[in-house]
């Protein structure tokens, strides 16, 4: 499984690898075969580039004309303007006098005004009341000399929205403005209202003015319905530029280029990207020589580009392959080995904001439930047991065990059946202690004193087959440990490892402290383990994910469960030599009930 794996492994890195040589190899025959068509190439990438350009100009205007239809819209919908709009002149209790227009609407437009930084101003003028409400928190008649001319430019016309460049005597300063009819917005306004918002024309001009696709290449505002032109030229090149734009508005309009002559410059590119109003738009002229030699040394500096980005292509895609499709690929297969191997604790240290990232933490979160389950399981089932054995214990009644078991030692020794008799003493001595109270927790000395009665009836049965020694030292026989922990070691080693032998067998127990640390060891001299066989029994007991009858297993599980995971049992052998086992818990003193 893990060959094939690996295999398949090798298999994506290298498809992956294969796809990106064909890549480029595709690319640079597309350019060897299509290097004669170098220059309509360039063109066209150029037409992206006035695109891109146009777009930016596009996005520039199309800014204010959103911002200004939104304002208009929410004005139009505003109960104070439409309230204002009516014919009535004032004083009644039902309308608002002209004079609160300036703590109203003034308001509103300062508002709008300070809150987009790219108007300069916004007018509103009620052609019912002949007033005119300025941002700057003006209001004026239109008999005042300042706005008379204002008034007749701009007021009159008949639609939505229009386009205005005109020179304000209310500010004294050039605009370029966007009009509205807010009683054509809303049919709730029932006499005309005009809203005007002003953008500074310098400000545009030098916008236009630095969007350059040539060295000498211009821009300008154009409005098809309105005669509307911005550009800042000469007068002899605006006013044949509105010939030339007039004469093609229809080839603007449709194809979005013209190639024209404009007096002063010679031979011109015109490129048009219509606003999102529809009414007008951005037109770059560029000059034709200025595109001539950038044509002709563009061509061999594409194919230099094409090997750079080609090169610098491989190297990222190689890089982001290997970084992140490779290198936490095989990390996650090296985990999932573990997680076969039941080692659920060992998670994917490794922080990533990507795909695999996501994968990593789903990873490390289904393991750590893995362990959980099993822990939980394990723990209902120890729980399950020992209620078990607590209800067995219940059910026996130690009293009368014990007085049967002295009845067949007295009818043993009457009838001088010694064998018998040392037998029942051994079991009621083993039984007294194993029962231990019903308690889990039993003394180093009370544990030896049931193995040894143990080893004394497996002695009797086996026919002395094997000879054993405990040797507990100083200050070990008071500490404590977990019941039936040490004699299922010594039933290990006496069914695995002496039964069956054809010498004598040896049986040795020992205890020991160091430190905060109580270590009890189990060694036999019978038959040994194989190492391959060793290596599976330690895989076994230490692997959480598998399930076993295994009384070290079982021994390993209680231990760690009960003690912590630093501490468990060791196993260690050799074929034909022995097997030792060793136990380590924390010294803990006997507590007496």
Not at 24 to 43: D, G, S
Not at 347 to 370: P, W
Not at 463 to 490: K, R
Not at 527 to 549: F, P, V, Y
Request: charge should be negative; charged fraction near 25%; hydrophobic fraction near 40%.
């Amino acid at each position: 499984m893990n060959k094939v794996e690996l295999t398949q492994h090798k298999s994506i890195k290298t498809k992956l690898l294969v796809t990106v040589v064909v890549g480029i190899l595709l690319f640079f025959v597309v350019i060897v075969i299509n290097n004669r068509y170098a220059v309509k190439l360039i063109e066209e990438r150029l037409g992206t580039i006035t695109d891109n350009m146009a777009d930016l100009s596009r996005e520039y205007m199309d800014l204010r004309i959103r911002k200004s239809n939104n304002i208009s819209m929410e004005l139009s919908l505003d109960e104070e303007v439409v309230l204002l709009s009516s014919n009535y002149l004032a004083e009644s209790d039902s309308y608002k006098s002209l004079s609160d227009i300036k703590d109203s609407v003034t308001d509103k437009l300062v508002e709008a005004a300070d809150i987009n930084e790219e108007i300069d101003s916004i007018y509103m003028y009620y052609a019912s009341r002949r007033s005119l409400v300025a941002s700057n928190g003006e209001i004026q008649r239109s008999n005042e000399p300042e706005i008379r001319g204002w008034v007749e430019a701009n007021t009159g016309w008949n639609s939505e929205v229009k386009w205005f460049d005109y020179f304000s005597g209310v500010d004294n300063k050039n605009y370029l403005s966007m009009m509205y009819r807010l009683d054509y917005l809303n049919e709730g306004i029932r006499t005309p209202v005009y809203l005007g918002i002003n953008y500074d024309k310098n400000a545009i001009y030098d916008f236009l003015g630095k969007i350059k696709l040539t060295k000498n290449s211009m821009a300008a505002l154009i409005n098809f319905n309105d005669d509307v032109f911005v550009l800042n030229s000469d007068i002899e090149i605006l006013v044949d530029f509105k010939t030339k734009v007039r004469n093609n508005s229809g080839l603007l309009k449709n194809e979005g280029t013209a190639l024209v002559d404009l007096q002063g410059m010679g031979s011109v590119f015109l490129k048009y990207t219509p606003l999102s109003d529809g009414s007008g738009g951005i037109v770059h002229i560029i000059p034709d020589d200025d595109l001539r030699p950038f044509k002709k040394n563009l061509q061999p500096l594409i194919f230099t580009i094409a090997l750079a980005l080609s090169l610098g292509f491989v190297m990222m895609l190689w890089k982001f392959i290997n970084s992140d499709v490779v290198k936490p690929t095989e990390k996650l297969i090296q985990h999932m080995k573990k997680l076969e191997e039941g080692r659920f604790s060992d998670k994917i240290e490794d922080v990533r904001r990507d795909e695999f990232g996501r994968v990593f933490t789903a990873y490390n979160n289904m393991s750590e439930e893995i362990e959980n389950l099993i822990q939980e399981l394990y723990q209902e089932k120890l729980v399950k047991r020992e209620m078990e054995l607590k209800i067995l214990q219940e059910k026996i009644n130690p009293h009368f065990l014990y007085n049967t078991l002295d009845t067949i030692n007295w009818i043993a020794r009457e009838h001088n059946v010694e064998d018998i008799s040392k037998m029942v003493i051994a079991l009621s001595t083993m039984y007294r202690k194993t029962f231990n109270k019903g308690r889990d927790l039993i003394s180093i000395k009370d544990v030896m004193t049931s193995i040894a009665c143990y080893l004394d009836i497996q002695q009797i049965r086996y026919g002395d087959a094997f000879d054993y020694s405990i040797t507990c030292d100083e200050g070990t026989e008071n500490l404590e440990i977990l019941n039936l922990i040490i004699q299922t070691l010594v039933e290990n080693a006496i069914v695995h490892g002496i039964e069956g032998m054809s010498g004598k067998g040896k049986i040795e127990i020992n205890t020991s402290r160091n430190g905060s640390f109580l270590t009890v060891t189990v060694t036999d001299n019978g038959a040994g383990i194989t190492k391959e066989k060793l290596d599976l029994i330690r895989t076994s007991i230490n692997a959480s994910g598998m399930e076993s009858e295994s009384g070290l297993r079982n021994v390993q599980k209680r231990i760690k469960l009960y003690y912590g995971n630093k501490y468990g049992i060791e196993l260690f052998s050799e074929s034909s030599i022995g097997t030792k086992v060793k136990v380590t818990i924390p010294a803990r003193e006997a507590t007496d009930d």
